[in-house]
């Protein structure tokens, strides 16, 4: 299921990023690198269950119960690169992974 629909930008190209089935391993991927190649834009492609990962921690931080269904009363938008993925919540707090590091 797309939960994500409309909820993750790429920061390289600008477009929105797709939701993409892949042998049941639900993934996030750019449009631009879905249509055209890694060459036109390289921004990664995230895991449905990494993203759920890191904003089910956040929220547990911060003592909120979260459940996909409370998910856009949560998160407000998210960001990817080929390096980082930003979560933007309502609240203004923010999640930030990097290739070294995870913020929750
Ligand atoms: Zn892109």
Redesign the pocket.
């Known amino acids: 299921m797309n939960y994500f629909k409309g909820m993750i930008k ?1 920061s ?2 600008g ?1 929105n990023y797709n939701f993409k089935n892949n042998n049941n391993q639900y993934e996030y991927i ?4 879905k249509n055209y190649g890694k060459s036109k ?1 390289n ?1 990664q492609i995230v895991k449905e269950e990494f993203l759920v990962n890191i904003i089910s921690q956040h929220c547990n931080i911060l003592d909120k119960d979260f459940t996909m269904g409370k998910l856009k009363l949560f998160v407000r938008f998210i960001e990817v690169d080929d390096n980082d993925i930003l979560i933007y919540y309502k609240d203004g707090t923010v999640s930030k992974v990097t290739p070294n590091k995870i913020v929750f």
């Open positions: 790429c390289c190209c477009k750019c449009q631009t690198r834009c921004s």
